[in-house]
């Protein structure tokens, strides 16, 4: 096998195509930087790049990484920058490579966006002091509360607490309350015969069922005294 150096255009060449390097030793390649590659590339080239400490080779359009990935890391892929990345950030392809950068796109400006930009959200025909109400699929324009101005009472339907005045009520629920019912009269202790009256007793400070002596204007209770009870059942 004849081996001929074309030392003006920096080839080897042989008759067979073939070179054998029967050595125990190794063969230097060329080594440099990244910035350092040949820019008159055809595909086979290899060399290693002393920016990244890896074995490379070009393809016809780019330059790759020779060798096992199990035995390499995701930045030494050639389309992986990992440079500055930190703790929780991920890579993000910028147009032409993976790149580092927040999980979270903290670019994302919402200025110009407005509550109506939202898919589920109808402000059609809103009016100053409505809010947006759920209505099954979306959330449109609505008063915050119903309108009752054109209601009156008979609209609204009666409950167990919320029952409605009137004349008749009031006169069957004083008709079926007791004197004894007030705070300060005791008609239950000792019932009232007839012919009694209610006595004020300043010890119980009560009206209690008594007899009103007679005096001197011919009996019965003295103006004062009736005064009096009748400011206790107003009272």
Do not use: C
Request: proline share 1%.
């Amino acid at each position: 096998m004849a081996i001929n150096f074309d030392h003006q255009l920096n080839k080897i060449n042989t008759s067979t195509s073939d070179v054998d390097f029967d050595i125990t030793g190794s063969i230097k390649l060329p080594v440099g930087t990244t910035a350092q590659r040949s820019t008159s590339l055809t595909s086979g080239h290899i060399r290693f790049n002393s920016s990244s400490s890896q074995f490379e080779g070009y393809n016809g359009t780019g330059w790759i990484t020779l060798g096992d990935l199990g035995d390499n890391t995701i930045g030494s892929l050639q389309d992986v920058d990992t440079t500055g990345i930190t703790s929780g950030q991920v890579l993000k392809w910028n147009g032409t490579t993976f790149v580092a950068a927040d999980d979270i796109d903290t670019t994302l400006v919402l200025a110009n966006q407005s509550v109506g930009d939202l898919g589920d959200v109808d402000l059609t025909g809103i009016q100053s002091g409505q809010v947006l109400k759920w209505n099954g699929s979306s959330f449109v324009a609505s008063d915050d509360q119903e309108d009752l101005s054109d209601n009156t009472t008979d609209d609204l339907a009666e409950g167990v607490t919320n029952l409605y005045y009137t004349d008749g009520r009031v006169d069957t629920r004083i008709g079926a309350t007791s004197i004894d019912a007030l705070n300060d009269v005791d008609t239950t202790t000792a019932a009232p015969s007839d012919g009694q009256s209610l006595v004020w007793n300043a010890a119980q400070s009560k009206w209690l069922p008594g007899t009103v002596s007679g005096g001197g204007g011919g009996g019965g209770i003295s103006e004062g005294d009736a005064i009096a009870f009748a400011i206790a059942l107003g009272s």
